[in-house]
C-alpha cells in the first residue's frame, strides 16, 4: 500500500472557538507528509442581494462598508492564528483571504491551487447543524473535487 503524500493541505477556517481543533489536524497530517498548510478564510459576500435586478455596490453603503471591514478583520485574525499553531510545530502556513460564497470560493481555491486534500469542521460560526454537517461542509462534501476532511468538532459554540 503506498503512503499517503499530502503536500498542499487546505485548512478552512472560519475564526469560530471551534475551528483551532480543525487546525490542529490539518498540522498534524502537513507534520506527517512533510506538506505546507494553506488557512483560508472566506469573507462572504452573501448577504450583497441586488435589488431588482441592480448591483448594490457596497462602497456606496457605510453600514456594509463597516460590517465587511470588521469581517476582514476577524478573517485575518483567524488565518493568523492558523499560522501561528503551525509555526510552533515548525509548519509553514500561507495565510489566504478570500471574497465570495464560501463554498463556491473553497472550491475554486482548492482546485485552482491543486490542493491534495481540504480539511474543515463540521459546524460554523452559526451553530446550525443541518442534522450532520453545516451548510459549507456538505456542499463541500458534495460538490468539490478535492478530497475533503471533515472533522467532527465537538465543542460548544
Not at 7 to 25: F, N, Q
Not at 46 to 65: C, K, R
Request: glycine content about 8%.
Amino acid at each position: 500500500m503506498e503512503a499517503i503524500n499530502f503536500k498542499k493541505i487546505m485548512v478552512a477556517t472560519d475564526g469560530s472557538a471551534c475551528s483551532g481543533l480543525v487546525a490542529e489536524k490539518g498540522i498534524e497530517l502537513a507534520r506527517l507528509s512533510g506538506g505546507k498548510i494553506y488557512a483560508v478564510y472566506v469573507v462572504s459576500t452573501d448577504y450583497l442581494v441586488p435589488i431588482n435586478g441592480d448591483s448594490f455596490p457596497m462602497s456606496l453603503d457605510p453600514y456594509w462598508e463597516s460590517i465587511h471591514e470588521a469581517w476582514e478583520k476577524q478573517g485575518h485574525e483567524a488565518v493568523n492564528s492558523v499560522k501561528s499553531l503551525g509555526e510552533k510545530k515548525g509548519i509553514n502556513v500561507e495565510p489566504v483571504l478570500l471574497e465570495g460564497n464560501p463554498s463556491e470560493e473553497l472550491i475554486r481555491y482548492a482546485e485552482e491551487e491543486k490542493m491534495d486534500i481540504i480539511v474543515m469542521g463540521t459546524l460554523g460560526k452559526t451553530g446550525l447543524d443541518k442534522l450532520l454537517l453545516g451548510s459549507v461542509a456538505e456542499k463541500m462534501v458534495r460538490h468539490s473535487k478535492v478530497p475533503v476532511m471533515v472533522v467532527r468538532d465537538n465543542c460548544k459554540l
